[in-house]
T-cell receptor
């Protein structure tokens, strides 16, 4: 069954703690993305990666870090430097073509709550 | 940078009424995509429009891409409770795979 999986579904973070959100895809897509969505708001890009071992900052990268060591995996770490991390985090993937913006497929998301 | 705005931000309609959301980009787009996010869910791809003036239909949904390729619309005829959710348009950034998502229109249906 092809698709994108994210874990955990819910995550609780204590003050000053780093947490890592998992994102795995078996669609053989080259590009992967992390978005943040606040209640009633749109999608804001945190980081994206178009190829293994390479990634770029999005619009709100401060307080977050990523790695792309494998094609199918793109974990996101929310560091203690992110002062307001409570949000819905969405991972997505797409084929990489000529830079014309391919369709993105989203995972089910992780809801992060700060205690 | 590129901005994509949608209006209205919210729309409440009686079941059976029509609904339209409008999407406007600050730059010309090579294509426009539409996604639907159900309450508590994740965005799901609906359709992509590529040609200037293109119109595509999916059952009760009609999608249109403007002649100048800077705006788009989604029209739903005779809304049903299954149409509830937030509709996002998205346009590509030049030269990479990034999409800029619109601000979204949240549709609620009054039974």
């Amino acid at each position: 069954d092809g698709g994108i999986t994210q874990s955990p579904k819910y995550l609780f973070r204590k003050e000053g703690q780093n947490v890592t959100l998992s994102c795995e895809q078996n669609l053989n897509h080259d590009a992967m993305y992390w978005y943040r969505q606040d209640p009633g708001q749109g999608l804001r890009l945190i980081y994206y990666s178009q190829i293994v071992n390479d990634f770029q900052k999005g619009d709100i990268a401060e307080g977050y870090s990523v790695s792309r060591e494998k094609k199918e995996s793109f974990p996101l770490t929310v560091t203690s430097a992110q002062k307001n991390p409570t949000a819905f985090y969405l991972c997505a993937s797409s084929k990489r073509t000529s830079g014309r913006g391919e369709t993105q497929y989203f995972g089910p998301g992780t809801r992060l709550l700060v205690l | 940078g590129q901005q994509v705005m949608q209006i209205p931000q919210y729309q409440h309609v009686q079941e059976g009424e029509d609904f339209t959301t409008y999407c406007n980009s600050s730059t010309t787009l090579s294509n426009i995509q539409w996604y639907k996010q159900r309450p508590g869910g994740h965005p799901v791809f609906l359709i992509q429009l590529v040609k200037s003036g293109e119109v595509k239909k999916q059952k009760r949904l009609t999608f249109q891409f403007g002649e100048a390729k800077k705006n788009s619309s989604l029209h739903i005829t005779a809304t049903q409770t299954t149409d509830v959710g937030t509709y996002f348009c998205a346009g590509p950034n030049f030269g990479n795979e990034k999409l800029t998502f619109g601000t979204g229109t949240r549709l609620t249906i009054i039974p």
